[in-house]
């Protein structure tokens, strides 16, 4: 089945560091990419969704200049998370749907990002 | 897309069948139920999706009641690996691209 691959699965970084997600769709094209962000004990929470080779377009309260996402090619996304704070450590998650009616959502396995 | 109420946890013992209720009472004709699960610490996993008639896959089985204002996905040998959070998420076919929006789920605990 369509598998989304996601790097790293966790990083530790200091305050002030840019930190980069990599997601990959690995047996099929994904024009659309999401990212989702989850706080300990909540549900996933929409952030931006991601359109290769074009502007991503983000959630009402999310950063842009926060979360940067580029979708260069149909199979890669990325976040930076630039100036990263203790309160941007959270699990991060992308998602992609295969093209086509009714075809699932398929997740990555999320990258715990932690900054101390 | 419809909204889902599901209960906030359940129990099940390990073996037994695990019946997870979804009420989704103002599901529009165009609407399919997926069901996704989230283990600890790891990404959502799909398992199935329907939009009248039952299926049933390698993973689990979906009951969709007749007036499809509610459905049961049906794990018939829960096993300690199945403890989870479940969700039950509703979403019209011609949704295009827009992404899955998540509710709170079920937290399903599989006791030995």
């Known amino acids: 089945g369509a598998v989304v691959s996601q790097h790293p699965s966790w990083v530790i970084c200091k305050s002030g560091t840019s930190v980069k997600i990599e997601c990959r769709s690995l047996?099929?094209?994904?024009?659309?990419m999401f990212w989702y962000r989850q706080f300990p004990k909540q549900s996933l929470m929409l952030m931006a969704t991601s359109n290769e080779g074009s502007k991503a377009t983000y959630e009402q309260g999310v950063e842009k200049d926060k979360f940067l996402i580029n979708h260069a090619s149909l199979t890669l996304s990325t976040l930076t998370v630039t100036s990263a704070h203790p309160e941007d450590s959270s699990f991060y998650i992308c998602s992609a749907r295969v093209t086509g009616l009714n075809q699932p959502q398929h997740f990555g396995d999320g990258t715990r990002l932690s900054i101390l | 897309d419809a909204k889902t109420t599901q209960p906030p946890s359940m129990d099940c013992a390990e073996g037994r069948a695990a019946n997870l209720p979804c009420n989704h009472s103002t599901i529009s004709g165009n609407e399919y139920v997926y069901w996704y699960r989230q283990i600890h610490s790891q990404g959502p996993q799909y398992i199935i999706h329907g939009l009248k008639n039952n299926e049933t896959n390698e993973m689990a089985s979906l009951i969709i009641t007749e007036d499809r204002k509610s459905s049961t996905l049906i794990l018939p040998h829960a096993t300690l690996r199945d403890t989870a959070v479940y969700y039950c998420i509703v979403r019209a076919w011609n949704s295009g691209n827009t992404p899955l929006v998540f509710g709170k789920g079920t937290r399903l605990s599989v006791i030995a």
């Open positions: 047996d099929f094209q994904a024009t659309t």
